[in-house]
């Protein structure tokens, strides 16, 4: 306790003077600092308020995107082809969770296997946008689903819910035509932007699948339907709160496709084909409805729904007999002798009398070579209708330059080669048919062959079906259609409905042959398949009493044989062995159903590996039909042409071929020539 | 140390005189306030007296009854025990450092460990420095406030319990020590040349002080408020929902316990710091202009009670508590409005939180005391009792 008075009245005044001043200064401030705060809040509560009343209502509303269910796919009968199924699944919202390694250990407990994908999973959750949720496993079992459930709140960020996932019920059979549905990728969305559209937020969806080929891809707009919206008050931890219904919509499903198709037609045909790598089309010759486009061997399209795994696609797409590729449509081949009704059809619109005879003795000497029959000793004097039967090289080679390439090429135009066709779907190749003109092109478009000019020796490859000629197996089904129509081009037809609206108007113009030409060429090939000397005589009983198939063998070489090669079809590498083709329809009489089957590289020719798998084929489809049905179980007349039911036997194939049956191989340029004269005409053995 | 002329010797020490004495309008307002918080803390609950609501009021009647009492607490009794309080609290923010008597959490160590209790000693060191500095000037010439090798005393008082605040590290309670503390000695009368030179240095500080003396949390803090967007979930997420909140409030608000941004949470410390935000969403701009108002009528009504004393040491208190509160508004205002970075610096009276509250209580007592002690004469000298 101190104090006399050190200070004088006067400093005290000054004192007391200077602290109202300052204090009136700091009261000042003060008042500067509340104006400065009341014009902010000004500023954002009067004149940015609307704007921020948006960001408010973004942050209480979400639409949830409510995914529609994928349009299912039928077949004729319809049976379901490609449908949806539910599925339990977890998601991941990285931004949601608190420490991702933490949430995924915990994960881990709960669902094992997630473990073991941690890394795809982290590199998966960390590429998504911000709190876009990523599944991470789906088809999870009732008592996982329930687990994740269960331990919701220790698990920020982590979801189950049930949604539905694409479902093909028939596994590969339909895996080419029909397509599949997968993740969408980068490239979808750049692709639609490039389109100048803005790529819809269903895209982005988790769960959402994009349909990739076949049917899938092409009508994957109206498979898709409509997203729906669903307004939900959410809190900051995106948990709901509440719902709007009034401002919600529900999703319009994608629209229901029906295809010609028939699923029991198309299993057999993937089912004979067993290890073998081909294409096999069936179709109503009456309407140009295709039954069955099938690809062999096939893969699961289900696989590609959740995602393949990079082994077995690694696998799929390494795999010499390329499952991947569509071998209906996309895949070309040498027709080899299949062709050789064209090829008749030609001689006969040039006024050569099918009567008119031509000697075999196993070859044809042309300019300076010698063109080759596939049967060594020749057979003799043959006429059209037993050149078509013996499928003999000789007589066509004789003729053909009479006819000329351009009206050959014409006439495989008219029967449907070179064209692709309006089926709906995309990945058709037009193949090859080669004309003078063709040639000129193409030789002026490669640096390949600098001569534009055709010679008559290339005319003779193409006669018997080799040379520069490349059909697809769906070209050659429509050829077989055409010719048993033999009214009109029918034109091939995949999609019968979309939502119950039929697709496409089915309007054929005039086949322009003569019923009279037609017979002959018809008679001939159903003296191939029933004639007991025809070359797929024993291979082409169905069976089914009377009803009888007309059909066209064919042996194509995929590669030039070396001079005294020997082709040895059993022991070739795959890949250097012979195409087996067969075309046939049914019945021979009353035509309803035509097929196309070709195997490539077939381990034997086209009378021994085609024609009984066709014909397992063709049994299914008249066996459907109620008619046909009607007609076999009729009483039969006392006279059938022959005596099928010996050789009956689904299972096991038909001990065909020795070296002396009468063994279809068409079609040997005897090396002796120099290459190039025949110009263009390595023959395409893989499919491109 | 004569008494007034106007009363009789001994009449202003009784109780019942100085119960009168009390400045009513001042007691309203913080009544208010505090209501007002109790009733922001129901709202954001959801609708609820717990967990905050209820506890607030009674905190808040506990700290009423404390400040009436310090309000009758003579003046001299402050002005001796201010020294002695300072350097206790100094004592503790220093024992905070000696590892075992630290408490820490969420990385800074700010309480003192008592065994049975912790304590806060940088809010007992708000009270304390107010008290040392007014102590100190109110011996001091107006020269020597002016400008004066002396006043190397005052700039101690404040740096070293800054410098141990910021250690902490607590940058928002060293930001209020040293601003209270610039603001007492400028109440004071420093020169202004001094003032000038001194503000020009510590514009001249800033980059420097960002660049080498903040934790990186801190610098992050500035940073994010500097470009909120760049950060919208973690930092920024703050300051941009406090933002979304109180713009979408619009004039009016939206109403009572209807504030999306609040009730459902995206509004982050809506309890704590960011309380004056659901004010404004749930009231609008009027009612958070009214609230500011209350807020503005505390400060000049305590700078009125500071200009009356006739104490030099009951004017710079008082200045010195008005001070320490106004900071703490403006700050918490200009924080949630996005005009300033998130520092931990509550919302006075509003705020959930008992430590923040009991100061700012405490303080008013010595406010009131100063009011109702307005004649009283103390000594002069620097003795240091």
Redesign the interface.
Known sequence: MSSEPSIFFSDVNERQGSFLRRTFVLGGLTGLGVLGLTARLGQLQVVQAQEYTTLATANQFNFRLVPPPRGIIRDRDGVIIAGNRPSFRVLVVRDETKDLDQTLDLLGQLIPDTLERRRGIIRDVNAAPRFSPVPVKSDLSWEEFAKVNLYANELPGVMADMHETRFYPHGGAFAHVVGYVAKVSDRDIKAVRDKGEEPSPLLYNPGFRIGRQGVEAALDEQLRGEAGGQRVEVDARGRVVGEDPENSRPAVPGKEVVLTLDADIQNRALEVFGEESGGCVVMDVRNGDILAMVSAPSFDPNLFVSGVPSNIYRAWADYERRPLLDKAIYGTFPPGSTFKMTTALALLDAGIDPKERVVCTGGYFFGNRTFRCWKRGGHGAMDMHNAIKNSCDTYFYHLCNRAGIDRIARVAEDLGFGHTYEIGIAGQSKGTVPSTKWKREYTEATSWDDDPTWYPGETLSVAIGQGALSVSALQLAVMASRLANGRKAVQPRLIRSVDGQPYTEAKFPDLPFSDEHLDIVRAGMAAVANDRTGTAYRASQLGLGDILMAGKTGTAQSRDYKAGESRGPRNAVWSRRDHALFVAFAPHDAPRYAIALIIQHAPAGGAADAAPKAREVMRVALLKDPDMRARIERPLPPEPESGPIEDEGAAPPPPEPTAAAPEPTPAEPTPVAPQDQTGPQPYLSEPQ | MTASALTRPGERDRLSVKITQIDWRLLVLLCAIAGMGAAMLYSVAKGSWEPWAAKHLIRFAICLVIMLGLSMVNLKWWFHLAYPVYFLALLMLAAIEIPGLGYTAMGATRWLNLGVTRIQPSEIMKIALVLALARWYHGA??NE?RFHWKLIFPVLLIGAPFALVAHQPDLGSAMLLGLTGA?IM????LSWKVIVAAGGAAVAGVWPFIQFVMHDYQRNRVLTFLHPEADP?GEGYQIM?S?????????LGKGFGLG??SQ???LPERHTDFIFAAV?EEF??VG??GM??C??GV??IA?RI??LSHS?FG??AT?GV??TF?LY??IN??MV???APVVGVPMPLMSNGGTVMLTVMIGFGLVMATRVHRYVEL?????L?
């Open positions: 010439t107006a406030a603001a400028f109440a004071a009368g979930s929902q933002k979304i909140a109180m713009g979408s409030g619009g004039l999306s941004q459902l949470e995206f404004s609008g701009f958070s202009f500011l108002l807020y503005l400060i000049l700078l500071a200009s030099h004017r710079l200045a008005t001070a106004a508004v403006l205002g200009a409005m996005g005009l000594p002069k000298g620097h003795g009792f």
